[in-house]
RNA sequence: GGAGAGAUGGCCGAGUGGUCGAAGGCGCUCCCCUGCUAAGGGAGUAAGGGGCUGAUACCCCCUUCGAGGGUUCGAAUCCCUCUCUCUCCGCCA
């Protein structure tokens, strides 16, 4: 039968970015909704984030892994709950079973036509017993499950040890920085010509961290969209996707959005409330969630070109000039569902599928490998694409690329079947910025300025504006 | 917004209180037959969790028929609440 979902794929991620180490966490168990998912999780799937069993065998070499971006699991404590989840389970069970034995007999004994009210009785007894039971499992289970939503993905080796971007590790460059033989601006006094970008219309019209483009640099916006699409469903072999720019509360759990990082998302009054996106990796990846995707559809490769809405809580004051951090930006994402083993290469793959768009529109820019400190809540391992940027002297991410290996995929039930032993076992996603736009287009401004103030367009863009060499009007 | 119907396994679809984890079909896996292909015959095939174990092998057990709660010795089946889907009407594109 075949899956709705067509076959392509790759994925990444921003938005689980927004850090283990940068933000303090509040206690799942201190939020409600923490606590509802907790639930969910138990019932829906029967797992956390991470491999239960694993905990369970493993639970040193995971503690040693997280403990390397500051995370400090208790092992002990971790421990108690089990020994006391597994002793109160068995009992549970044998209840259970005990009254199903009995209810069973029941229907027999009342088919032969004799006396059942003493068996009754002596059901309802255990039914009391087990009812006590089961309310102290339900109870610890929660527990049990606030204390492993709150474990981040265990980095992957690679990954180098540290505490906040400084610790990210260059890994290559490419382009050179461009050489002005005048002092150059940034994109903010570069876009006030012909009201290119106007940010007071923006605070006008909506508020701070909003823009307001027109004329030839509402199309170069445009432009690169249609540029990076064509790139990634033409050379690339990813599918292009429509998708809903507002989700349901599940689809912003499955990614990892909820509930640790509600503060970061805006959410409609209405009830059921609706999340905005704050990157398409949430209904992208999520097309997977609670589906079986048969071996052969994999990989799947998907791009998606959407806006992207961030609260940006917890960032004031930080980069308040000009479009680098906006609530309201576009990207276009590339997203993989991928088996298992391929996920590692799939990685790379998917890194320089970003960094090809770089490399056509002549963008210098570096790749890192985020440290410790600064790697996202649920990835394994994430490499960033920094753009160079004039105005700032300095590289800024303009991309972002994320192996989550089975965590996210664990967490909204995204399994494949492998052929080898023919179960459903959980898929790989992955994700990465192909790339964000807005960052894009400034970066166009501030690298291809010119002396007088005119914006160059690179060539491979030209063809989307017309075949103008310059940016007008 | 008004009226009605529905939600069951990878998919379709039976099932109105016990022997139903669930008929049948499709799909899939293995085997047989057929000199390729097509067709045919047989067997198997839900997921999650726990226990046991060297074991992701057996075996035993528990849970799950949209979600949550209730009635009952016993619930896919009865009651309540919620969510979603579909059809018709209205409304708006």
């Known amino acids: 039968m075949p899956s709705p979902i067509p076959p392509c794929g790759i994925a990444r991620s921003a938005s689980s970015r927004s850090s283990a180490a940068g933000r303090p966490h509040s206690a799942p168990w201190e939020r409600t909704e923490a606590r509802a998912f907790a639930f969910f999780a138990i019932r829906k799937h029967g797992n956390t984030m991470l491999d239960p069993k694993r905990l369970r065998n493993d639970i040193e070499t995971i503690a040693a892994a997280v403990g390397r971006r500051g995370f400090e699991l208790d092992v002990e404590q971790f421990r108690r709950l089990e020994e006391r989840r597994r002793d109160l389970q068995t009992e549970t069970q044998r209840l259970q079973h005990e009254r199903n034995e009995r209810s069973k007999r029941i229907g027999e004994a009342k088919a032969r036509g004799e006396d059942i009210e003493p068996l009754k009785s002596e059901v309802t007894e255990i039914a009391g017993r087990l ?11 929660a527990e049990i499950e606030e204390f492993l939503m ?41 876009g006030a010509r012909h009201d290119w970008m106007d940010f007071e ?12 483009m027109s004329g030839a640099m ?22 292009e996707m429509y998708v809903p720019f507002l989700v349901n509360a599940a689809s912003a759990r499955g990614t990892g959005q909820l509930p640790k990082f509600e503060e970061d998302l805006f959410v409609t009054a209405g009830d059921p409330a609706y999340y905005l996106i704050p990157t398409a990796e949430v209904p992208v990846t999520n097309l997977a969630r609670d589906r079986i995707i048969e071996a052969g559809q994999l990989p799947m490769r998907m791009t998606a070109h959407t806006p992207c809405f961030r609260s940006e809580a917890g960032s004031y004051g930080k980069d308040t000039r000009g479009m680098l951090r906006q609530h309201q930006f ?20 998917l890194t320089g599928h970003a960094e090809v768009v770089m490399q056509r529109l002549g963008l210098p820019y570096r790749v890192v490998t985020l440290c410790t400190g600064d790697l996202g809540f649920s990835a394994a391992k994430t490499y960033d694409i920094e753009v160079w940027l004039p105005g700032q002297q300095r590289y800024r991410e303009i991309s972002s690329c994320s192996n989550f290996l089975d965590f996210q995929a664990r967490r909204m039930g995204a399994r494949w079947r492998n052929p080898q032993t023919r179960k459903p076992e959980y898929l790989h996603t992955l994700n990465g910025s192909g790339v964000a736009v807005g960052r894009a ?17 690179p060539e491979a863009l030209q063809p989307y504006m017309g075949g103008a060499e310059f940016l007008e009007e």
């Open 131 to 141: 009812k006590e039971a089961e309310a102290e499992l339900d109870t610890l289970q």
């Open 150 to 190: 709150g474990i981040p993905n265990p980095p992957h080796d690679d990954v180098p040890t540290g505490d906040d971007e400084e610790d990210n590790e260059e890994v290559r460059r490419w382009g050179e920085p461009p050489a002005f033989d005048f002092e150059p601006r940034d994109h903010v006094d570069l």
């Open 201 to 212: 219309a923006a605070v006008r019209v909506a508020g701070a961290r909003f823009v307001v």
């Open 218 to 239: 509402a199309r170069l916006h445009r432009a690169l969209i249609q540029f990076m699409l064509d790139i990634h469903t033409r050379e690339h072999g990813y599918r």
């Open 330 to 349: 576009e990207k276009v994402e590339l997203v993989q569902l991928v088996a298992p083993e391929r996920s590692w290469d799939a990685l790379e793959e």
């Open 441 to 457: 287009l400034l970066a166009i401004v501030e690298n291809y300025q010119q002396a007088d103030g005119a914006i160059a367009i």
